[in-house]
């Protein structure tokens, strides 16, 4: 008898299985806009017309889901990176991109304290999004060291981790628009070639 592997496709899902995943991520997108990564599953689940069991037979816990939302939202942050990696700056390229994250990490409160958090190695669906992330970083990164504008000492995990904690700050100061700015301008000043 024929046991599943890690390396078997999961088999599809049925239609009614999969309305209720698309509609749980809708509602947790919804429910983590308005209130952050920290909103109830609950409701999540009370919202999408589902019980909380289904919730958490399709996501094991809050960690899964959250990244089930934030991966599926990458693709723009993936096509900035494409776009930038063309652009007759690189480091301003750098810095834009980086730019790209802080305004996506600040669309959901709690999310930069998520991704500080799975970016300390355990494999977890948000160590799943920071992956590729860390991948398009990494290019726009080697792009502006080889130009001269970047130390080469600096590393993306570094730059993930400012990022991040950049993110975090502007959160906890949403009275203060020109925070991130300034808060990269300063970074900058640090990343630049002597």
């Given amino acids: 008898m024929?046991?599943?592997?890690?390396?078997?496709p999961a088999r599809p899902m049925r239609a009614d299985a999969r309305r209720n995943y698309e509609r749980l991520l809708a509602e947790?997108?919804?429910?983590?806009?308005?209130?952050?990564?920290?909103?109830?599953?609950?409701d999540i689940a009370r919202r999408a017309g589902v019980g909380i069991g289904t919730l958490y037979r399709h996501f094991p816990n809050r960690t899964a889901l959250m990244g089930a939302v934030f991966y599926g939202e990458m693709d723009a942050l993936m096509a900035r990176s494409r776009e930038l990696a063309r652009a007759p700056q690189p480091c301003r390229a750098l810095v834009d991109w980086l730019r790209a994250i802080i305004d996506h990490a600040s669309t959901y409160r709690g999310?930069?304290?998520?991704?500080?958090?799975?970016?300390?190695?355990?494999?977890?669906?948000?160590?799943?999004?920071s992956e590729p992330l860390r991948e398009a970083g990494s290019a726009l990164l080697a792009r502006a060291q080889q130009a001269g504008s970047v130390r080469a000492d600096v590393e993306i995990t570094d730059l993930m981790q400012l990022t991040n904690a950049i993110a975090l700050a502007v959160e906890q100061s949403p009275d203060d628009p020109g925070l991130a700015d300034r808060l990269l301008t300063l970074t900058l000043t640090g990343l630049k070639a002597r």
């Fill in 2 to 8: 024929a046991t599943e592997t890690a390396q078997t």
């Fill in 28 to 42: 947790a997108r919804t429910a983590f806009a308005e209130h952050g990564t920290d909103a109830s599953l609950e």
């Fill in 111 to 129: 999310l930069s304290q998520a991704f500080l958090s799975a970016s300390a190695g355990e494999s977890t669906e948000l160590s799943r999004c």
